[in-house]
């Protein structure tokens, strides 16, 4: 039918989980005990709330406008040893710690809330709240999140020079900016507009573009949101005989056997540490050799 020829197919929820589960292992192998946050965004798209534990994903919709730059400064950074080093403060200082990521926990719940679908079970008062929140989201308001947010990232000791440069550009063309992911390097976002603003002329974007260019760093403008996990669909060939979709139907098994084999044995050098992580990878074996006899 029409939806099997699309180009982009949406695999159905049962599978999305198995392949949230199959992205969280391989996480576990390059960053030892992640949020699972990645994954699990990369996986269902669009954007949410996750909280890790107690385990709760409440999607976003409609998905909050958010227009950014990402700038990569290049440096390389290990999210492994910057995640083991957070955790060794919180040891030593787990009450200053503690507020720290409570306030960065109100920073997230402040960002949903201009999102009047984020949590469909708040009664019906505090929807109200919710959509007076949303008609007064702008890029002021977003942006207020953003620097409070890097400087409690900052005080968690994950920036990095580089970073703090991407930030200090940002402020000096007008915009805030704040760390993504582990910190330590790696990338910075840019906050262009966001809700119902216009956006910034292309003139001034440019100009920040060539900024942080000229400092070292490459630059993609993007937004939030966007395709999750999905099936790119070969066309459907009429003769069975037809040499070229068969050769990419091959190179494609080839591309999936190979991803699987790697994966297999960078499993096998975590065994010992993660025990837990194995049964989880064994089960989840066991599946995708029944559906493959099948």
């Known amino acids: 039918d029409d939806d099997q020829r699309a180009e982009f197919l949406v695999p159905p929820p049962e599978t999305l989980v198995e392949i949230n589960d199959w992205a969280y292992v391989a996480e576990t192998i390059v960053h030892g005990t992640p949020s699972g946050l990645d994954n699990t965004i990369s996986t269902h798209g669009g954007a949410m709330r996750y909280v890790k534990n107690p385990f709760s994903m409440t999607p976003?919709?409609?998905?909050?406008?958010?227009n950014i730059v990402v700038?990569?400064?290049l440096v390389p950074r290990s999210t492994h040893q910057l995640v083991a080093e957070v955790r060794e403060k919180l040891g030593r200082m787990r009450g200053a710690v503690e507020h720290i990521f409570?306030?960065?926990?109100?920073?997230?719940?402040?960002?949903a809330q201009q999102a009047p679908s984020a949590n469909p079970s708040h009664s019906a008062g505090t929807s109200s709240t919710q959509d007076e929140a949303a008609k007064e989201w702008d890029t002021a308001a977003a942006s207020e999140l953003f620097r409070l947010n890097h400087s409690l990232l900052r005080a968690l000791d994950v920036s990095?020079?580089?970073l703090e440069t991407v930030v200090d550009i940002a402020d000096q063309w007008g915009f805030a900016a704040k760390l993504t992911g582990a910190g330590g390097g790696g990338c910075a976002l840019v906050l262009l507009q966001a809700g119902k603003d216009a956006k910034p002329s292309w003139i001034v974007v440019r100009g920040l573009k060539f900024a942080m260019r000229s400092a070292g760093f490459e630059c993609i403008e993007s937004e939030l949101g966007g395709l999750g996990a999905s099936w790119h669909m070969l066309e459907k060939w009429q003769d069975e005989e037809d040499d070229e979709a068969a050769q990419q139907l091959q190179l494609a098994q080839n591309v999936v056997a190979g991803a699987l084999i790697g994966l297999v044995s960078s499993i096998a050098l975590v065994a010992i540490r993660h025990?837990?992580?194995i049964v989880r990878v064994h089960n989840l074996f066991r599946k995708v050799l029944r559906d493959c006899a099948v």
């Open 102 to 111: 409570q306030s960065i926990g109100c920073i997230a719940d402040a960002f």
């Open 71 to 73: 700038v990569n400064t």
């Open 60 to 66: 976003l919709e409609p998905v909050p406008t958010l």
């Open 160 to 162: 990095h020079p580089a």
């Open 275 to 277: 025990p837990d992580v």
